[in-house]
C-alpha cells in the first residue's frame, strides 16, 4: 500500500490531485466508473436517437398505409429499402402472403397462422433491437454505486494504515486520505443516477412503441385475414 | 450507436475539463485563532467564611475595616472604631467641626496669650495675688537670674520688650480667666478668713514652681485627658464603615467546601464498592479516625455507625475501615489541623449506583 495521501498532508485537493494520489485498487475503480459512465451516455444518446426515429418512421408508415393506397404497391416499393419498425412487419406478412399464393395456399387458415408467425418474429427482432443495452442501464444503475464505495472502503483502509503508520492523528493528515477515498463513491453516484433515470424512461419508451407495433401487426392479421377469406370465396 | 459514444466521450471530456478547472482546490476554510481563556481555580473558602463586620450594613465590595498601617493604640482592641479607647459603643458619625469661620474672628487676640501662658497655664489665675509668691520662690529663682544677667543682653532685652507686650495681653486675658474655674473658690472663700486665700496660694505656688522647673510634662497631661471620642466605636483603626459581616471573622478555622471535597476524593480512591451490595442503604458505613498534623492515621479507625449485622454489611465495614487506612497519609491544608485532627466519614454505597 503506498503511503501517497500522507506523504505531504498539504497536498492538492483539487479532483486531478485527488485522482493522482489515489491508490491503484481506487484508480482503477475510478477508470471503471469514469468508462461506464461514458459508456452510459453513448447508450442513452443512441437510444434517444434510434426512438425519436422510429417514432418517426412509425407515424409515416401509419400514415401511408391508412392512405388507401393499394397493399401490393405499398410492398413493391418497401421491399426494395431496408426498413424497420411496422414497415418491417407489414414486409414480413406480404413476402409470406405472396410466397403462398404464388405456390397456390391450400389451406387458408395455416395460410393465416403462417402469416401471424411471420409479423411475430419481425416484432420480436424489433423490439430486440429497441430494447437492446437497456440491461447495461440497469446494471450501472444498480451496481456503480457498490463499486463507488468499494473504491472508498479501499481507500480509507489504505488511508488508515498509512495513519497508523505515521502515528499521527492530526485532521491534515487524515483528511487527504479520505477525501480522495470519497471521490470514488461521487464517481460511481454520478454514473448510476442518469442510469437509472435514462433506464426508466427508455424502457417505457420502448414499451409504448411495442404496443404500437403490436396493435398494427393485430389489425394488419385481421387486414390479410379478411383478404383470405374473400380470395378462397372467389375461388370456391 | 457511433453517434451515441462520440457524444457521450465529447461530453464526458467537456465536463471532466470544466471540473478541473473550476474545481480546483477548494479554499482551506478559515479558522479564526481564538484566545484561550485564563482560568483560574478559586477556593470557595474565601467566600464561605464570614468577615468581621457589620450584621446590619450593607453589603460592600470592599470589606472593612482594613488592618491599619498605624500601630494600634490598644494592642488588643477589639472594637471598631478610630477611638483610643475600646469602648462598646457603637461607632456614630463625628459630630461636624464648628464652621471654622466663626472660630477666625476671635482668634487674633487670644492668640499672643497662650505663647506666653502655654507653659504656666494656671499663672493667669494667680497673676493679681502671685506678685508677693515670688518671695518663697526666690530660693530657687535667684540661680536663673544671674545666668539671664550674663547671658548676651539682646535675650533680655526681647524678653523685657516682650513682657510688656505680654502684660499688656495679659490684662484682657484676666476678665475671661475668673469667669471660668477660680471663681467659685473665690465664693467660698469670702465666707472664710484671708487665711485660706493666702494658704492657697501658698499652696500653689508650692506646686507651681516645682511645674515650672521640672519643665512642663505634656504626657502627664495628655494621660490625663478623656481621650475617648464622642463619636463612640472601638479602638480599632479603621476609617472605613464596617461592612455586611459577623461579629468574628470565622476564617480559617473550618474545611472549606472543596477542602472537603479533597478529601472526600482521596478517601474515595481507595474504596472498594462492596460487590454485590443488593440494598444500599443497609451497608452504609460511618468511620471515624484521628490525624496526626502531617496527614498521618493516628490509632486506628473506628467504626460508629453501620457494619452490624449480616455479613455483608460488615465486608462493607472492613471495606470502609481499609479505605481509610489505606489512603492514610491524607494531604489537607496544615493550617487547619484543627478542623482535621477528628474526621468522621460516611460511606454510602447507595449513592454509587
Not at chain 1, 485522482?19 to 437510444?47: E, H, N, P
Not at chain 2, 459514444?5 to 476554510?29: D, K, Q, Y
Not at chain 2, 490509632?299 to 449480616?310: K, L, M, Q, V
Request: aromatic share 6%.
Amino acid at each position: 500500500m503506498e503511503n501517497i495521501a500522507l506523504a505531504e498532508p498539504s497536498a492538492q485537493l483539487s479532483i486531478w490531485a485527488l485522482f493522482w494520489q489515489a491508490g491503484w485498487v481506487v484508480k482503477l475503480v475510478m477508470l471503471g466508473l469514469l468508462a461506464a459512465s461514458i459508456w452510459t451516455w453513448a447508450i442513452v444518446v443512441d437510444k434517444l436517437i434510434a426512438y425519436a426515429r422510429m417514432r418517426s418512421s412509425l407515424n409515416r408508415f401509419e400514415q401511408v398505409f391508412w392512405s388507401g393506397q393499394s397493399l401490393e404497391e405499398l410492398y413493391r416499393t418497401l421491399s426494395d429499402r431496408k426498413t424497420t419498425g411496422m414497415g418491417a412487419i407489414f414486409v414480413a406478412a406480404m413476402r409470406e402472403w405472396k410466397k403462398s399464393f404464388e405456390k397456390g395456399a391450400k389451406s387458408p387458415i395455416a395460410l393465416q397462422s403462417r402469416i401471424d408467425k411471420a409479423m411475430d418474429l419481425a416484432l420480436t427482432r424489433e423490439m430486440e433491437r429497441l430494447e437492446g443495452r437497456l440491461g447495461f442501464l440497469a446494471t450501472i444503475g444498480s451496481a456503480a454505486p457498490f463499486i463507488g464505495l468499494f473504491g472508498t472502503v479501499v481507500g480509507i483502509m489504505t488511508s488508515f494504515q498509512a495513519i497508523a503508520g505515521s502515528k499521527s492523528t492530526n485532521l491534515a493528515v487524515v483528511a487527504p486520505g479520505i477525501a480522495e477515498a470519497l471521490l470514488a463513491t461521487a464517481i460511481g453516484l454520478l454514473a448510476a443516477i442518469p442510469a437509472v433515470i435514462a433506464y426508466n424512461k427508455l424502457s417505457s419508451d420502448a414499451s409504448k412503441i411495442a404496443v404500437r407495433m403490436e396493435g398494427f401487426s393485430d389489425e394488419f392479421s385481421a387486414i390479410l385475414s379478411r383478404q383470405i377469406d374473400e380470395k378462397v370465396a372467389q375461388k370456391g | 450507436m457511433k453517434a451515441g459514444l462520440t457524444t457521450s466521450v465529447v461530453m464526458h471530456a467537456a465536463l471532466l475539463g470544466f471540473g478541473l478547472l473550476t474545481l480546483s482546490a477548494p479554499s482551506a476554510l478559515e479558522v479564526a485563532d481564538v484566545e484561550s481563556l485564563p482560568v483560574d481555580i478559586i477556593p470557595i473558602e474565601d467566600l464561605t467564611q464570614i468577615q468581621q463586620g457589620d450584621k446590619t450594613a450593607a453589603v460592600n465590595e470592599k470589606p472593612a475595616p482594613k488592618p491599619t498601617q498605624r500601630p494600634d493604640i490598644v494592642a488588643d482592641a477589639q472594637k471598631i472604631g478610630e477611638n483610643s479607647v475600646d469602648t462598646e459603643a457603637k461607632p456614630t458619625p463625628e459630630p461636624k467641626p464648628r464652621p471654622v469661620e466663626a472660630a477666625d474672628a476671635p482668634p487674633p487676640s487670644p492668640e499672643p496669650t497662650p505663647k506666653a501662658a502655654e507653659l504656666p497655664k494656671p499663672e493667669p489665675v494667680k497673676q493679681p495675688e502671685p506678685k508677693p509668691e515670688p518671695v518663697p520662690a526666690t530660693e530657687v529663682k535667684p540661680q536663673p537670674e544671674p545666668k539671664q544677667e550674663v547671658k548676651p543682653d539682646p535675650v533680655a532685652e526681647t524678653i523685657a520688650a516682650e513682657t510688656p507686650e505680654a502684660e499688656s495681653v495679659q490684662l484682657p486675658t484676666t476678665a475671661p480667666s475668673p469667669a471660668a474655674r477660680p471663681q467659685p473658690p473665690q465664693a467660698q472663700t469670702a465666707k472664710a478668713p484671708d487665711r485660706k486665700e493666702a494658704e492657697k496660694p501658698a499652696k500653689e505656688a508650692s506646686a507651681k514652681p516645682k511645674s515650672d522647673e521640672k519643665s512642663f510634662n505634656a504626657d502627664e497631661v495628655a494621660a490625663l485627658l478623656n481621650k475617648e471620642k464622642p463619636s463612640g466605636g472601638g479602638a480599632k483603626r479603621s476609617a472605613e464603615q464596617a461592612s455586611l459581616g459577623g461579629d468574628k471573622s470565622t476564617g480559617g478555622s473550618k474545611l472549606s467546601q472543596s477542602e472537603m471535597d479533597a478529601l472526600r476524593g482521596q478517601v474515595q480512591r481507595c474504596w472498594n464498592i462492596p460487590a454485590g451490595a443488593l440494598d444500599g442503604e443497609a451497608l452504609k458505613v460511618s468511620v471515624k479516625f484521628k490525624l496526626d498534623p502531617s496527614g498521618a492515621l493516628e490509632g486506628s479507625p473506628e467504626i460508629i455507625a453501620g457494619g452490624g449485622g449480616d455479613g455483608a454489611a460488615r465486608a462493607a465495614a472492613e471495606a470502609a475501615r481499609r479505605a481509610v487506612s489505606r489512603c492514610a497519609p491524607y494531604n489537607l491544608p496544615a493550617e487547619k489541623y484543627d478542623a482535621w485532627a477528628d474526621v468522621i466519614v460516611n460511606f454510602d454505597p447507595s449513592e454509587m449506583f
